[in-house]
């Protein structure tokens, strides 16, 4: 069965610094692996995905993530927080079968210090 | 401008009342979901849906009943059984194998 853990449920660091929200995901097939934003009373945002491929994985606003097979890890991370990236992110895994189904983590709420 | 609508954005259920959540997609899309968000733990698999006029039980679907009758709408009624729904409700659809997933705005429901 498919499952994610995201490590630490809050996450402050101070305007510039590098962001590192955790990933770790469990799956019986190779995983699709997505991470998602959400701000205050909105839906979710796609921030980026991997499917197959290149394991450094490009997403917008600056982030990045890069799957780890080894570790079964799938961080996301920025070089330089901005306060306007103050928001929940979730990771997510791709359910088994021939659903496309999404098997989501329990969110890291960022916190940007000024 | 495709995307997602969810109606209505705030929704107050009475005891023992059911209602309705409407989602509607202009993205062609095949498959959507109803997913529930709570503080804590993330979203919750309600209903999915695969194809018109076929639709699947997620990990918490007691409480709560799914219709597609049409390709771009997918309403999720909470009834009376599911007791606790106070949550955040969020309709999502794909178009297809590892295509991820686009979100609406979600509808917030509270209880009287």
């Known amino acids: 069965a498919q499952s994610v853990t995201q490590l630490g449920s809050h996450v402050s660091v101070s305007e510039g610094a590098l962001v590192l929200l955790r990933c770790n995901y469990s799956?019986?097939?190779?995983?699709?692996l997505f991470w998602y934003v959400q701000y205050p009373n909105q839906g979710l945002q796609l921030l980026l995905k991997?499917?197959?491929?290149?394991?450094l994985v490009k997403g917008i606003n600056g982030f990045e993530a890069e799957f780890k097979k080894s570790e079964t890890s799938f961080h996301l991370t920025k070089p330089s927080a901005h306060m306007s990236d103050a928001a929940e992110y979730f990771c997510?895994?791709?359910?088994?079968?021939?659903?496309?189904?999404?098997?989501f983590g329990t969110g890291t709420l960022l916190a940007v210090q000024p | 401008d495709g995307g997602i609508t969810q109606s209505p954005k705030y929704l107050f259920r009475k005891e023992g009342q059911n209602v309705t959540l409407s989602c509607e997609q202009n993205?062609?899309?095949?498959?959507m979901y109803w997913y529930r968000q709570d503080p804590g733990q993330g979203l919750r698999l309600i209903y999915y849906?695969?194809?018109?006029?076929?639709?699947q039980k997620g990990d918490i679907a007691e409480g709560y009943s799914v219709s597609r009758e049409k390709k771009e709408s997918f309403p999720l009624t909470v009834t009376s059984a599911q007791k606790n729904p106070t949550a955040f409700y969020l309709c999502?659809?794909?178009?297809?194998?590892?295509?991820?997933?686009?979100f609406g705005d979600g509808t917030r429901l509270s209880i009287l």
């Open positions: 999502a659809s794909s178009s297809g194998q590892g295509a991820p997933p686009s």
């Open positions: 799956s019986s097939v190779p995983p699709y």
């Open positions: 991997y499917t197959t491929g290149a394991t």
């Open positions: 997510a895994v791709r359910g088994g079968g021939a659903t496309n189904k999404l098997i």
């Open positions: 993205l062609n899309h095949d498959a």
């Open positions: 849906s695969q194809i018109v006029n076929d639709f």
